[in-house]
């Protein structure tokens, strides 16, 4: 039975040339043209060895074989990375999770190297595998891709140093990159989360929304989370969907932020403002009450007030008009107050003097 090989690298050259080379020694081949479509051919051609590019676009080759040895399906694919920058990169290939390292170098000691490295994967010698770099002696290191691989770290060093979440999507939404901050938010480890369906990370009402910013024919800046709350891993979100065009295929940047604190400040402030106007009202409410039940009551009573011109004599009362008024008359006519008329005992005595009145009851 032949033994399958999955070539994954970005140039058609060497996609060309390993294809027919290993064709004729027998294999059945396929190939894929970076990560992402890797892992998609995974779905329906399950090799025995995989030669895996380590700079590619969507998905390089160091995340590919993350990813594949944390699917266990594939703990027995033997995994084979073939750099072109074996000689200025200290690849520590074991680490990553392959099983062999063969430099890109001359066309006639590369095959050679492929060759050799089989026959070791034939007879199960790993070991002998592990301590070397195939082809490494035949290439030489050179300066401008030294500064290429010395900017392409210190942007991984930033982009994994930042606070907010940074994940790149292909125009049908699924995901090729990821920084650490992302993968903290979304919950999962950059292995579960890379050739994932972005949207497939949300809830059903959250997914329809992120689909139609992704299926939209503009370039146009979008938003989401700040005035509909984005929710995920009881976080609020706010998510920025950046659109750009390359070798004219669509593709997007999200930005992801974790605004949390701020939302639960808002829904704090919020709470307190409602619960203010509640007391508010219920304190309004009862001070109209009061003043109700206080002019319902000031409605019985007058009040007499001021400087009020008596009679030392009769007791009568100057009205403001100059007329002498008496003292009944004039609090029945300013008060609510009505008179009905009795005797003292002390003036009964001096009128009827003795008429014995306790007596008489």
Request: hydrophobic share 40%.
């Amino acid at each position: 039975m032949k033994k399958k090989i999955l070539i994954v690298d970005d140039s058609p050259a060497m996609l060309q040339i390993l294809s027919s080379f290993l064709q004729q020694q027998g294999y059945e081949v396929d190939t894929a043209e970076d990560g992402l479509l890797g892992l998609d051919t995974l779905e329906s051609f399950r090799p025995d060895i995989m030669f895996v590019d380590l700079i590619m676009p969507r998905i390089n080759g160091d995340k590919l074989c993350r990813i594949i040895r944390k699917m266990p399906e594939f703990n027995q694919v033997s995994l084979v990375i073939i750099s072109a920058t074996a000689a200025e990169d200290n690849i520590d290939f074991v680490s990553l999770g392959a099983d062999a390292c063969i430099a890109k170098g001359p066309l006639r000691e590369m095959l050679e190297s492929v060759s050799q490295v089989l026959e070791h994967l034939q007879n199960d010698e790993t070991e002998s595998l592990a301590g070397k770099i195939f082809g490494s002696e035949n290439i030489f290191e050179r300066d401008i891709t030294k500064e290429l691989l010395a900017s392409k770290k210190h942007l991984e060093v930033t982009l994994d140093n930042m606070d907010d979440g940074l994940v790149e999507l292909t125009e049908s939404g699924k995901i090729t990159y990821a920084n650490h901050a992302a993968t903290q938010l979304l919950g999962l480890p950059e292995e579960k989360i890379l050739s994932s369906f972005f949207p497939d990370m949300f809830t059903a009402s959250q997914r329809q929304l992120i689909n139609a910013i992704l299926v939209r024919q503009d370039f146009t800046i979008a938003k989401i989370g700040e005035d509909v709350p984005v929710i995920l891993h009881d976080r609020f979100l706010l998510i920025k969907f950046v659109p750009f065009q390359n070798r004219d295929v669509k593709h997007f940047i999200i930005m992801v932020q974790d605004i949390t604190r701020r939302k639960k400040a808002e829904l704090e402030l919020k709470k307190h403002e409602q619960e203010l106007e509640n007391l508010v009202q219920q304190r309004t409410a009862a001070l109209e009450d009061t003043n109700r039940k206080l002019h319902l009551a000031l409605r019985k009573v007058k009040l007499l007030g001021g400087m009020l011109p008596i009679c030392s004599s009769c007791k009568k009362i100057r009205d403001d008009k100059g007329y002498w008024n008496q003292i009944e008359v004039y609090i029945r006519d300013h008060s609510e107050a009505e008179f009905t008329h009795s005797i003292c005992e002390d003036c009964a005595e001096k009128l009827y003097p003795g008429f014995d009145f306790k007596r008489t009851g």
